[in-house]
């Protein structure tokens, strides 16, 4: 009998997203929420699926991270500096993707990136009901450190931060 086969997953590639990655990426911001738009504010919705026109915009101000595999890009992330500090903005990884470390990998290219920009800490706001998303800042080293009560157009947004 043939020995069973073994198939190796291929490695996920963290690199700083440039303007060639826009239509890729917006389409990814797009296949993440659009299948949960009953739960997502419209106006929420809106800015997470950002036109190309608009994401480029945005790209003036916050470094974005793009993770691949196979050439496919599979999760996308951005952050900025404000006071001294790393905020991470836009995390948002494939659903056939998830529980493979991609997320893993984006956040800790944006720990690294805040490092090397002499942050002293970064922080993530989350809404509660992202609850894949505290558990997983959570794991990464991140206390869970307030909650603001119906903060982003009437839901509630909980604030993650890992000091360096
Ligand atoms: C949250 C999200 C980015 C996680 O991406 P991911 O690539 O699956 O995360 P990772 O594989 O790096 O997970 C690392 C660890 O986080 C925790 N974690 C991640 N997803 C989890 C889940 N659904 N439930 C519980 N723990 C989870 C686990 O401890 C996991 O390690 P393990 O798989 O060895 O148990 C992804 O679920 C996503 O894109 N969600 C929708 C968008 C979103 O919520 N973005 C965050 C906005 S702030």
Same mark, same amino acid.
């Given at each position: 009998?043939?020995?069973?086969?073994?198939?190796?997953?291929?490695?996920?590639?963290?690199?700083?997203?440039?303007?060639?990655?826009?239509?890729?990426?917006?389409?990814?911001?797009?296949?993440?929420?659009?299948?949960?738009?009953?739960?997502?504010?419209?106006?929420?919705?809106?800015?997470?699926?950002?036109?190309?026109?608009?994401?480029?915009?945005?790209?003036?101000?916050?470094?974005?991270?793009? *993770?691949?595999?196979?050439?496919?890009?599979? &999760?996308?992330?951005?952050?900025? $500096?404000?006071?001294?500090? %790393?905020?991470? #903005? @836009?995390?948002?990884?494939?659903?056939?993707?998830?529980?493979?470390?991609?997320?893993?990998?984006?956040?800790?290219?944006?720990?690294?990136?805040?490092?090397?920009?002499?942050?002293?800490?970064?922080?993530?706001? *989350?809404?509660?009901?992202?609850?894949?998303? &505290?558990?997983?800042?959570?794991? $990464?080293?991140?206390?869970? %450190?307030?909650? #603001? @009560?119906?903060?982003?157009?009437?839901?509630?947004?909980?604030?993650?931060?890992?000091?360096?």
């Amino acid at each position: 009998m043939a020995p069973p086969k073994t198939v190796t997953a291929k490695p996920i590639i963290v690199e700083r997203l440039t303007h060639h990655d826009i239509p890729e990426i917006c389409a990814l911001y797009k296949r993440v929420w659009e299948p949960r738009k009953a739960e997502i504010p419209a106006d929420l919705l809106k800015a997470w699926t950002p036109t190309a026109l608009e994401f480029s915009s945005s790209m003036e101000g916050v470094t974005y991270f793009a *993770a691949r595999r196979d050439g496919k890009l599979i &999760g996308g992330i951005g952050c900025w $500096l404000d006071d001294g500090a %790393c905020q991470i #903005l @836009h995390l948002a990884v494939d659903v056939d993707q998830r529980r493979q470390g991609v997320a893993t990998a984006l956040t800790n290219a944006a720990i690294e990136w805040a490092r090397h920009n002499n942050s002293f800490s970064v922080w993530v706001d *989350a809404l509660s009901k992202l609850e894949d998303a &505290g558990a997983m800042f959570k794991r $990464l080293g991140f206390s869970e %450190c307030g909650l #603001l @009560h119906r903060h982003q157009w009437s839901e509630d947004v909980r604030l993650f931060e890992k000091v360096l």
